[in-house]
């Protein structure tokens, strides 16, 4: 569990780093079987949402930590960075609001970021 702890709070830390907003944890355990986590942040315009997913990557590669997948990063719209038990969506805060990621996993638990 310290490992996924040290992975969600690199991540939360390099979306702060760069202004990144809205930040949300949700905890998807129990909901499906293909990862363990979502990380989702908004920036204000595609500039910012590839500044943050280069920190993330960044701030990961210095850990070890090794990306499997990332998508969308050429139109910066909406990136996904795929570290296996946890997968972040940096959005467009307009494709965040369309997408709207946390309705359709409303089943899942929040975690709280001041906690961790």
Not at 60 to 68: A, D, P, R, T
Not at 101 to 113: F, M, Q, R
């Amino acid at each position: 569990m310290k490992d996924i702890d040290e992975r969600i709070s690199v991540i939360v830390k390099a979306c702060d780093d760069k202004n990144g907003f809205d930040i949300k944890v949700l905890d998807l355990k129990k909901l499906t079987t293909f990862t363990d986590y979502f990380i989702i942040v908004s920036g204000n315009s595609t500039t910012q949402t590839k500044a943050i997913s280069d920190k993330i990557e960044e701030r990961m590669n210095e850990l070890g930590y090794v990306i499997s997948s990332k998508e969308g990063y050429g139109e910066g719209r909406w990136i996904l960075l795929d570290y296996g038990n946890v997968v972040v969506h940096i959005f467009h805060r307009d494709e965040r609001e369309f997408y709207n990621l946390e309705k359709l996993w409303t089943d899942s638990e929040e975690l709280i970021l001041d906690e961790m």
